[in-house]
T-cell receptor, first 114, second 110 residues
Framework: DGGITQSPKYLFRKEGQNVTLSCEQN?????MYWYRQDPGQGLRLIYY???????QKGDIAEGYSVSREKKESFPLTVTSAQKNPTAFYLC?????????????FGPGTRLTVL | RKEVEQDPGPFNVPEGATVAFNCTYS??????FFWYRQDCRKEPKLLMS???SGNEDGRFTAQLNRASQYISLLIRDSKLSDSATYLC???????????FGAGTILRVKS
């Protein structure tokens, strides 16, 4: 089945620890995105990548880092510098780059900082 | 002012009812408009794009009013399975990234 997978589904972290969220897609899409969703707010763009080995900051990149070494993988690291990391993290991909109309989302990872 | 604003609801309606949501956007040069659906604790999924001429998909009708800068979603003959959060999504002219509204909660009750 083609799609986007994210792991783990739930993640608990102690304050001061870095944690990496996985995102893999087998849709052969060029562009991949990371969003954060908080209650009562719209999805906010953290980072995006339009091509392998290239990525750009979104609206709320502080405290996060990414890599894009392979087309199908776009992991997100939440560092200890992120002040309020507890949130629902969504990875998405789209064909044709940033201007593509449709984005396909993974099932998300719920991160809780204890 | 937020780039995309929606009434958070919840809209509580009986099965079979017709319900409409509006969404306003601030950038008059915005190019593309969409409605996504998000079930509780799940990922968003594209429901439909919104075209200038309006478009319909079964029980769902989307309209765009550029002069007043709002888009609407009309759901006829509501089903229990329509219960979800509906996200209004806009592509502003700059940057080509999507901007998501916070969503409108719909609850359809039997």
């Amino acid at each position: 089945d083609g799609g986007i997978t994210q792991s783990p589904k739930y993640l608990f972290r102690k304050e001061g620890q870095n944690v990496t969220l996985s995102c893999e897609q087998n849709l052969n899409h060029d562009a991949m995105y990371w969003y954060r969703q908080d209650p009562g707010q719209g999805l906010r763009l953290i980072y995006y990548s339009q091509i392998v080995n290239d990525f750009q900051k979104g609206d709320i990149a502080e405290g996060y880092s990414v890599s894009r070494e392979k087309k199908e993988s776009f992991p997100l690291t939440v560092t200890s510098a992120q002040k309020n990391p507890t949130a629902f993290y969504l990875c998405a991909s789209s064909p044709g780059g940033l201007a593509a109309d449709t984005q396909y989302f993974g099932p998300g990872t719920r991160l809780t900082v204890l | 002012r937020k780039e995309v604003e929606q009434d958070p609801g919840p809209f509580n309606v009986p099965e079979g009812a017709t319900v409409a949501f509006n969404c306003t956007y601030s950038n008059s040069a915005s190019q593309s408009f969409f409605w996504y659906r998000q079930d509780c604790r799940k990922e968003p999924k594209l429901l439909m794009s919104v075209y200038s001429s309006g478009n319909e998909d079964g029980r769902f009708t989307a309209q765009l009013n550029r002069a007043s800068q709002y888009i609407s979603l009309l759901i006829r003959d509501s089903k229990l399975s329509d219960s979800a959060t509906y996200l209004c999504v806009v592509r502003p002219s700059y940057g080509n990234k999507l901007v998501f509204g916070a969503g409108t909660i719909l609850r359809v009750k039997s």
